[in-house]
């Protein structure tokens, strides 16, 4: 497939998703989410030469939130390694985001990194030998990085927001810790994920910052100082296949057949291994918390490229 | 890879699992099952050019269980297509096979087709039009094509004895009675339920069963006759990725990073798309069901051959 | 109170009834339960002298269902003492009458023995010795001792109803039996259970039968012989007060303040410890599956004679 | 029964009490809790005539802990009247005292207001118009009131113990604050929950304290001002026998036969509707997290006096 095909079926997805009058639900529960316009729709592909194709609204900037539980994974994995399996499983939950419900039984450790309970105990991890602020700051460059572009910034409004009324996380961080499986206090633990979840970035810029996940690892061509080693990222990219939506992560599988990680705000960072790292973005939600019209665009990506990991066509390698 | 390059690798693999000495857990609610010896341990590969490789006992069969799952869903799919999601889901349900107390909270549909309250409301769907015992036919015939050997039988023992002391599978299924998600006489749909799982396979004839889901849903070279459409066999992938091992699904993910159903009795049909389709058994089962000796042994064929699903390297098509 | 203004209170209370507009739902999962007229409404009064006195329809019989679970309890008590706790407990289940997923996670051990799981039990435990029959023939002869009433029998269109369609209850006894807490075919304890069920009585029938529940455990003025001890008698009623009413249980001890024990065709046994025994019928269900207006009638009763068992007064002792 | 056969009856119980080997546990949750001597054991009884008896160590004095949840619905009542049950239910949990799972499936309405959750709703009720220092000055004087001393004071050190390390309730709290059924800032109303289980009473105050409960409402022979209603009285009685002992309430209502409220700190208050008020105190626990030889106490006195609620005999009134 040339650079062109691909462009022009981008251009046609975001033709389509313009078209559609289902846009799917605006998440309500962050004050500053709730009043983006749902008719808004960017994706962008960036394939393993490093070329960038995108359509629609892919310079507008939206807050991550649960994408960051890649890269703060994937921070996780860099500094302490398999050890972090101590205190997170590695299993679909089965249940929405923000459950507590499995906290219960299991004694405090959650299913997996990508519901928020992992991801609280993630940062709680990324927490063991520095402050807040520094550990905030160090995800920030870390991000100028994967993404080569030191503009990236926190959204200290959405992460304000979230501090002043994420009730549901005080209350998985506070469970949590009554298993002691926070170790620091719940609020500077949660000022972390707040921050982490609240980074900005638009769909060029999310593209970009997955390429570590489509290369094995690589960050570029030099491949003295990989970001992941090859065994690890494929890991995470299961870990996105099996537990990336929620409890629509065997849906998303179904209909799409990419490792996927999804955020409220509407995002979605999609990986084809060896192949290409998708961004797409689309405010509206689906019941599952999951973006509407970004399930549909890759849906329909997948169907036109063939890029499904499930493929037994060779056109994989494009 | 070369064929002589991939022998030598199962035959490394043999020689290390029969060096192991933890085998896991032989299953013990079917009687019969609880008199093999964990000592077996066998691995058929057969690739996309039909050629078959193989180490250890794979001639010994074995009633392959909730592998069958994958044949049931296959024959239901080409049956009354899409419409049988109305009554089963597709997500991961994060508890063990035999769980029913999800079915509580959602009213008798199944969480998705490969936990046994799934696979029951399968095999009731096949059951529309047709006694149970020429559905039982029908599936064995079906067998008989998918591995072009006449020779494959029901075990009768083992369905017999799932008959007499499978209490949860009739719970589930006057559960789901109770719900109107089974229309047949629970006993009947059990009936036709137990049998499926109760076929006599040995790995050979397994990697072959599983042929057409390593290559797009196509039995031969005659391409105008599929077992099932390219899409369909990728949706049946990513079911089997996502909840093909029950709450051991990430692990495996994790682990090995290949669409995978395993049974109680050791067994594991594993695909690798466009590539091989795998069948590894070995009687000890591990803490969530699945076997210990097979799931670690894809975990080394998949390390040795770069065949991941989730791996960026293009020696996938190899 | 005297006989005369005790009468004058009842025959009120049925006139208010008659004339409420809100008569409840009468249950429809039982087939020859749904064609009851919910217009109807009977109460009985037995006092401690044995004198009856009853207002409305109180001589149309209808099966006793969840009732007969104070009777088959009893029978239990008196055959095999104490150690019937080993395999059903005695706590509120906080669910509704038919649930099985406090069964997962509490190993087949149902909450107590006034839900269905917890009175399968009570059955099996009773067949210890016999068949399915000649303990239905005991129970009948027991309820023939209890009531003095000689006619009393099975409504065997009931009884043959529930075993057709009560998927749920096979659903409990299945699973059950899976963690070895039934010990019978799970069918033969089940007739045994619908059979109790299915006993036909009336509220002056049954009303007469609660009056060892007053009296300490003593039938009749000839104490050498009592149906249970004062202490056993007193455990029962404190069971009917915590359990009696499924998950209505709290609600029914907050507004009448009486142990007593519901049945889905409509029916409330309660007793007053030394004062009355008091049986109310009426078919339309609340949303807890007790009598609405049977429970209506008793808080208004509880409320003019003061006979709560958490009253402070004196007049308790009539 | 004469004062002098009751103080015989406490004196053989205390006696009894010491000579026990098994102690149960002391609650180790709250670090000032984990070092008082479960060698201690108190029981004080005020009858109806306000006539006191007491043996063992009924002068050493405990935070109450969860015994509040009596005193804190009796005002509430007082203050909003039936309105509050809108935000808390009237079931027995069948689950913890501090379980969350309930509040998932039910929207953040607690089961009833005597398990942590439902208590917090109540202290938040009590916040409506005032500060939480306010509210737990008026608490205080109230318990200075129903008591008759004024000595009664709060332990801070217990309060603020529980503030540092009573996760569960922060979490509890946020929780049910994420479904809007708190209206304060958590801390602020997990501020006075803390404090009114703080109250430090020794068994004496506490058999004085539970008065009114046992008189219908009533605080002296004055009757023109009672702190409830009489049928107000009964109802809170009610909740004591379903939810009084959390997932151990039927338990308690099967061995004792008395509304009660425990704590964990080895508190009992026991209610004879009209005939006692009963305090026992011994800080081990059993499983369920009441007092181990609390409750064999009180059921001994039980067996030796007839005041069950639920005995035949008019002794009850003696």
Tied chains: 1, 2, 3, 4.
């Excluded at 709680?124 to 995800?139: K, R, V």
């Excluded at 900005?200 to 080693?229: E, F, I, R």
Aim: hydrophobic share 40%; aromatic share 8%; net charge negative.
């Amino acid at each position: 497939m040339t650079h062109d095909e691909l462009q022009t079926i981008l251009d046609d997805i975001a033709v389509e998703m313009a078209a559609e009058v289902n846009r799917g639900t605006v998440a309500d529960y962050i004050p500053p989410l709730a009043c983006v316009s749902p008719n808004q729709f960017g994706i962008t592909i960036v394939d393993s030469h490093g070329h960038s194709m995108s359509a629609g609204d892919t310079d507008v900037s939206f807050s991550i939130q649960s994408i960051s539980k890649v890269f703060s994974l994937t921070m996780a994995l860099r500094s302490v390694g398999e050890t972090l399996w101590d205190r997170v499983g590695r299993e679909p939950s089965g249940s929405p985001f923000n459950s507590i419900v499995q906290l219960e039984s299991e004694q405090g450790i959650p299913r997996n990194p990508f519901i928020n309970s992992g991801a609280i105990v993630i940062s709680d991890i990324l927490l063991a030998n520095q402050t807040s602020d520094d550990m905030i700051s160090d995800y920030v460059k870390f991000m100028h990085i994967l993404t080569g572009d030191e503009s990236l910034k926190i959204d200290q409004e959405v992460a304000d927001s979230e501090k002043a009324t994420g009730y549901r996380n005080f209350a998985l961080g506070n469970y949590m810790r009554a298993f002691k499986n926070i170790n620091h206090p719940v609020d500077v633990t949660l000022e972390t994920y707040f921050n982490f979840c609240a980074l900005s970035m638009n769909c060029q810029q999310l593209a970009k910052a997955g390429c570590y996940l489509m290369s094995g690892g690589q960050l570029s061509s030099d491949t003295s100082n990989p970001v992941l080693s090859e065994e690890r990222t494929r890991r995470i990219l299961a870990l996105m296949m099996t537990c990336g939506h929620y409890d629509g992560s065997g849906e998303f599988a179904y209909r799409v057949g990419l490792p996927g990680k999804s955020g409220v705000s509407g995002g979605i960072l999609a990986i084809v291994p060896g192949v290409a790292s998708i961004a797409v973005w689309s405010p509206g939600l689906n019941a599952r918390g999951n973006s509407h019209l970004g399930t549909m665009a890759l849906e329909r990506l997948v169907k036109r490229t063939g890029w499904s990991v499930f493929s037994a066509s060779d056109e994989i390698s494009g």
